[in-house]
């Protein structure tokens, strides 16, 4: 098994890229920021990089492969956008109220510091509850309801605050990226700037073996409210294959059970996933890659239709051939995500392989 990873192989200007894309806010329907991030990137190393009118970057290299009457596509897409909130009010007071973009466990969000995206420039919030000492027994035991948290940007009324906030901005977790102990790290929106990172990068290793087919990496918008960006750009760029990379639940923490989710863990590698969703011929192509190449990987299943960008993918226009790579992630929507440096790595070598390894004439009809 490979044991050089991300430490060995990341190339420095790999590195910041990973982390100028965890610091760019991107609430779904708001990734302006972290796009630029893509495409200043992706333009340096892709043959054309273009953004459709809903949002989607697009970068792809030996495109003419895919022009050619029996050429062939693929497309690698990771979502980037992020859970976040939106403000829909502000009061007399100068607080800020605000609704869920994307799936929120409330309890995640008391006692967080927040920033508000607003027009003129990022605005600090808080959000907090009251104190634990002014609680009564029912209070203590009430689980808080989003409708009930509001943020506080240190306004003195509502007039001050509009004159910084606009009802309709995005709002997200502080940002921020902490190396942990053995290759871990952790942020607020691991999920999905791995996902991003990995086709991105991948893209960029992929360059270097001359693949023989057109190779796509999207970045795709609107992920957590419906899986919306995936479904606009695999109809533009028409592929014939497409994998798509996202977080998975990592198991090897305490209360999550492997016997639902599977034996996954930090570090493992990347997660090649069997189901229904999934081409056959595609997932055994991504594991014969991977054992061919020394990749570390795991496995696992999923009996219905992905809750990710891989689900969009499969069905769009006459149908595509798909696959799902997943990285592992702890602590998942949450301003704690964790997850593995080395599984990043492995899986845009992976990515890149599979890329490099598809020929035009083959079939992946199963």
Same mark, same amino acid.
């Given at each position: 098994?490979?044991?050089?990873?991300?430490?060995?192989?990341?190339?420095?200007?790999?590195?910041?890229?990973?982390?100028?894309?965890?610091?760019?806010?991107?609430?779904?329907?708001?990734?302006?920021?972290?796009?630029?991030?893509?495409?200043?990137?992706?333009?340096?190393?892709?043959?054309?990089?273009?953004?459709?009118?809903?949002?989607?970057?697009?970068?792809?290299?030996?495109?003419?492969?895919?022009?050619?009457?029996?050429?062939?596509?693929?497309?690698?897409?990771?979502?980037?956008?992020?859970?976040?909130?939106?403000?829909?009010?502000?009061?007399?007071?100068?607080?800020?109220?605000?609704?869920?973009?994307?799936?929120?466990?409330?309890?995640?969000?008391?006692?967080?510091?927040?920033?508000?995206?607003?027009?003129?420039?990022?605005?600090?919030? +808080? #959000?907090? !509850?009251? /104190?634990?000492?002014?609680?009564?027994?029912?209070? =203590?035991?009430?689980? &808080?309801?989003? *409708?009930?948290?509001?943020?506080?940007?240190?306004?003195?009324?509502?007039?001050?605050?509009?004159?910084?906030?606009?009802?309709?901005?995005?709002?997200?977790?502080?940002?921020?990226?902490?190396?942990?102990?053995?290759?871990?790290?952790?942020?607020?929106?691991?999920?999905?700037?791995?996902?991003?990172?990995?086709?991105?990068?991948?893209?960029?290793?992929?360059?270097?073996?001359?693949?023989?087919?057109?190779?796509?990496?999207?970045?795709?918008?609107?992920?957590?409210?419906?899986?919306?960006?995936?479904?606009?750009?695999?109809?533009?760029?028409?592929?014939?294959?497409?994998?798509?990379?996202?977080?998975?639940?990592?198991?090897?923490?305490?209360?999550?059970?492997?016997?639902?989710?599977?034996?996954?863990?930090?570090?493992?590698?990347? +997660? #090649?996933? !069997?189901? /229904?969703?999934?081409?056959?011929?595609?997932?055994? =192509?991504?594991?014969? &890659?991977?054992? *061919?190449?020394?990749?570390?990987?795991?496995?696992?299943?999923?009996?219905?239709?992905?809750?990710?960008?891989?689900?969009?993918?499969?069905?769009?226009?006459?149908?595509?051939?798909?696959?799902?790579?997943?990285?592992?992630?702890?602590?998942?929507?949450?301003?704690?995500?964790?997850?593995?440096?080395?599984?990043?790595?492995?899986?845009?070598?992976?990515?890149?392989?599979?890329?490099?390894?598809?020929?035009?004439?083959?079939?992946?009809?199963?």
């Amino acid at each position: 098994m490979r044991v050089v990873g991300w430490e060995q192989q990341v190339n420095k200007t790999a590195r910041k890229f990973f982390t100028d894309l965890l610091a760019a806010p991107s609430p779904s329907g708001h990734e302006e920021p972290v796009q630029e991030v893509v495409r200043a990137y992706a333009g340096k190393f892709a043959d054309d990089v273009s953004t459709d009118v809903h949002g989607n970057v697009i970068a792809a290299v030996n495109v003419g492969a895919g022009e050619k009457p029996d050429g062939r596509r693929v497309l690698f897409a990771g979502h980037c956008d992020q859970i976040g909130l939106i403000v829909s009010y502000i009061d007399d007071k100068g607080f800020l109220w605000v609704q869920p973009i994307g799936g929120w466990d409330p309890q995640q969000l008391i006692g967080q510091r927040m920033t508000v995206w607003a027009k003129d420039g990022p605005v600090p919030a +808080v #959000i907090a !509850r009251k /104190p634990i000492h002014l609680l009564d027994m029912e209070e =203590r035991k009430r689980v &808080v309801k989003m *409708e009930n948290l509001w943020l506080d940007i240190g306004a003195t009324d509502g007039d001050d605050a509009k004159s910084a906030v606009r009802v309709g901005d995005p709002v997200t977790l502080d940002l921020g990226f902490q190396e942990m102990r053995n290759g871990l790290a952790n942020a607020p929106k691991m999920d999905n700037t791995t996902g991003l990172w990995v086709v991105i990068e991948a893209l960029r290793r992929v360059v270097r073996r001359k693949p023989e087919v057109a190779v796509y990496a999207v970045s795709t918008v609107c992920e957590e409210i419906g899986l919306r960006g995936a479904r606009t750009s695999t109809h533009g760029v028409d592929p014939d294959v497409g994998i798509a990379v996202d977080v998975t639940h990592a198991t090897d923490c305490p209360t999550i059970s492997k016997r639902q989710e599977g034996d996954l863990k930090l570090g493992g590698g990347p +997660v #090649i996933v !069997r189901g /229904p969703n999934m081409n056959p011929k595609v997932s055994d =192509r991504l594991e014969a &890659v991977a054992e *061919e190449e020394k990749i570390p990987f795991q496995l696992a299943a999923l009996g219905r239709a992905a809750p990710n960008d891989a689900n969009s993918i499969q069905i769009t226009r006459a149908g595509v051939a798909t696959g799902l790579i997943s990285v592992p992630n702890r602590y998942m929507h949450s301003a704690v995500e964790t997850i593995s440096l080395d599984d990043i790595d492995h899986s845009a070598d992976l990515l890149a392989g599979f890329g490099a390894s598809l020929t035009p004439d083959e079939s992946l009809i199963p």
